[in-house]
């Protein structure tokens, strides 16, 4: 017969005198990462490798540290890593919807706006003056007098030679006419019918050829000189504007003699400037124009081509940029292009173009969830888009979308920036699995262990890494108990005596709360009672739905024995996970025969509540079933299994010890102690194997014989191979070390068999047969006397006559046997 375990085996308790230290004050800080040497190793080597898609995946479960390895070793690395340049969008005069970019170095972009700002007022104050000047109004007034004298002699010399042919020129506030003369006076229409015809016809001729060479004159000829003389205007004023604007320009210029990109800019600018002078005349009285260009030239608009936006700014950044973008929209990660309403309409230009993380991390690193970059419409394949051609394109989302929207379509800027993708396992190898450009652009994995091996080495390096995380939070340092506590947590999260947990967020949780404890308490350190006290607490947070539990079962509403025996009945485990927490539930399994064919009915799978793990475990059991049983004589028997009052999803193989224990007793008519609950998965040969959340579920069948009261009968089986994995508390503890509770470790099914029955389970002798008093014995005579009914039924019933079979494979028989046989 198994032993109980003994009670300093169900859990491992941290001894605090293996601390030599008064409190963690004590200790000098670790910045060390405790247990992730192998995410270590690749964290450094995806850093230092500069080669196109040794982007990094961090991945593991939340709350294990991810972004604290991650920060640390980005900042340290980025402090030694030199200062990327500076970008700039400037206004393309020769093509405004594709604004250039400008690279600088760190510092000078900023500088660049200031210079540019700075001219842009200059020349809003030069220009006007320069026109005000006494020597272009002297050369404007010249050239307007010369065309003034031009025109003017023009018309003399007309006039001269139509007066010769008796035609006069009447000048007019609207314009110039012809008019017949007579002795210097304009004849009249009486007049001129009184002249002979033939003087009629003359002046008529002559009125008609004047008429051309004045319409001549006014239409093609003055026009002619208006334009020559315009120009002769423009060209002076571009002259003047020059003189005004080259020196002011030059002065910028000097500062960039070694940026090719910045002085063809100021190129270009310049001679904008130039062209368009007539603008910064205007500005300087814009209430006299038009409401709208006076209001654009109020507000700056019209020399908004003129200015430099500052897209990244690296003037005070130290070392390498690292982003850790919160949001990763398609927007926030390759920048954006902002419109403005203007009279109804959406408007934009270079000025309004922002930067996204890929600008600001350009040189450096950028950090970003998984999960949140998936979810985000366009994100991920904009992201994979810009690793692969090595440019971040600045696209509207609404281009994607279909909305026609005037927009820009800034010049690419060149990308070298190191992504971290920070997320779980399934994430990682889903995108593995269904995105073939992943493994391209993200080659270093950095996996995250989840827990440690605890070691006394170990143990010290989580001692100074509580102290560190109490100092640097500003709570009271930790005493050794406090420490061993926590360790103990640590395993408990852990699952694992033998481990330790790396969810560091859960156990800061613990240390933020006992530290407020001792806060509240007046101590100056925390203390083991501490620690304590805030593992019960949130365990009390989260208990309601267990109690509800408990509470059913102490009721009489669930359905559970904690004593006695009954024929087909043992008490399962299972876990019922709620976020973070779990607690362990016992569930009363069932097992009935009948006449059969050897078939097991998983009534949780024909119903469809049964997973697809436990219908294997149900099949595995059948098939133990079979190999121990059915080896000389076909299994007559059929039974049903079922978790009785479970009207949820059922999963898993750890019932099925359970449930091979209940099928067995109902065959062989062997009662089962109810004052035990079994847990544990069985192979095809009998075997028991471990299975997860083992202290959860021996605690929960614990508080439900607790409230019941304990007698020392009762206890949990549990798989052997789940020895290491004990971590109870220490009420259970306690009760295992009064003889109030036990816990059973197996390796066999028939061990497990001996414990629920008191019986031995029986092994075969040379001749086959189980003893008779055993378990076993009990169960082939169980199987014996089902397979004798079963005969006596066939040899009572009749046999019944074949009928017909309508099939062509029926008909085929008939005529086979119809023919005789050769």
Known sequence: MVKPIPADRLA??????????????????????????????????????????????????????????????????????????????????????????????????????????????????????????????????????????????????????????????????????????????????????????????????????????????????????????????????????????????????????????????????????????????????????????????????????????????????????????????????????????????????????????LHRANGGYLVLDARRLLVQPFAWEELKRALRAGVVRIEPLGDRLGLATVSLEPEPIPLATKVVLVGDRQVYYLLAELDPDFLELFKVQVDFEEDVPRRPATEQQYARLMGTIAARAGMPPLEPG???????????????????????????????????????????????????????????????????????????????????????????????????????RPSRITASVRLGDGEVVDIEREVNLGGPIHSKGVLILSGFLGGRYGRSRPLTVQASLVFEQSYGGVEGDSATLAETCALLSAIGEVPLRQSIAVTGSLNQQGGVQPVGGVNEKVEGFFDVCAARGLDGTHGVIVPAANLPHLMLREDVVAAARGGRFSVWAVSTVDEALALLTGLPAGERADGGAYPPGSVNGRVEAGLVALAERAREFAVLQPVPAPKASPTRAGARARARRRTPAK
Not at 225 to 241: F, L, M, P, S
Not at 486 to 510: K, Y
Not at 537 to 547: D, G, K, L, P, T
């Open 12 to 357: 491992r308790r941290c001894d605090p005198s293996a601390f030599e230290f008064a409190t963690t004050a004590d200790l000098p800080e670790l910045d060390e990462i405790v247990g992730q040497d192998r995410a270590v190793e690749a964290v450094a080597f995806g850093i230092a490798i500069r080669q196109p898609g040794y982007n990094l995946y961090a991945m593991g479960p939340e709350g294990i540290g991810k972004y604290s390895l991650v920060r640390q070793f980005l900042l340290d690395r980025a402090r030694a890593e030199p200062v990327p340049d500076d970008w700039c969008y400037v206004h393309d005069f020769g093509d405004p919807r594709r604004p250039r970019a400008l690279r600088l170095p760190a510092g000078e972009g900023h500088r660049l706006k200031e210079r540019i700002g700075n001219l842009d007022r200059e020349l809003r104050a030069a220009i006007p003056a320069a026109f005000e000047s006494e020597e272009y109004r002297n050369r404007r007034q010249a050239l307007e007098t010369a065309l003034k004298d031009r025109r003017e002699g023009a018309l003399l010399d007309f006039e001269r030679r139509a007066a010769g042919r008796g035609i006069g020129l009447l000048r007019t506030p609207v314009g110039v006419g012809l008019a017949a003369l007579r002795d210097g006076k304009v004849l009249e229409r009486d007049d001129i019918a009184k002249l002979p015809a033939a003087e009629r016809q003359r002046l008529a001729t002559a009125t008609e050829e004047l008429e051309d060479e004045l319409g001549e004159l006014v239409q093609r000829t003055f026009p002619s000189w208006e334009r020559e003389t315009r120009a002769a205007i423009r060209q002076t004023g571009e002259a003047v504007t020059k003189r005004a604007v080259g020196h002011l320009i030059d002065d910028v210029r000097r500062h960039y003699r070694d940026h090719a990109a910045v002085l063809a800019h100021l190129e270009a600018l310049e001679k904008d400037v130039v062209a368009n002078a007539e603008e910064f005349l205007a500005a300087a009285q814009p209430r006299e124009l038009p409401s709208l260009l006076a209001a654009r030239l109020e507000d700056g608009a019209v020399f908004r081509r003129y200015q430099v936006n500052l897209l990244v700014d690296n003037a005070e950044t130290a070392g390498a940029p690292v982003v850790f973008e919160d949001l990763p929209t398609q927007p926030n990660l390759l920048g954006r292009v902002e419109h403005t309403a203007q009279l109804g309409a959406l408007v934009t230009d270079f000025t309004l173009i922002r930067p996204g993380a």
């Open 482 to 584: 406090a420490v061993a506590a926590i360790l103990d947590h640590a395993s408990r999260l852990a699952g694992d005596a033998e481990r330790l947990s790396t969810h560091m967020r859960r156990l800061t949780d613990v240390l933020r709360e006992a530290a407020d404890r001792s806060t509240k308490a007046g101590q100056d350190r925390v203390t083991a009672a501490d620690i304590a006290g805030a593992i019960e607490a949130q365990r009390r947070r989260a208990s309601r739905i267990h109690e509800r539990s408990l509470e059913d079962i102490a009721r009489g509403t669930m359905l559970v024995a904690t004593s006695g025996e009954v024929v087909g009945v043992a008490n399962g485990l299972s876990v019922v996970p709620l976020g973070e927490v779990a607690f362990g």
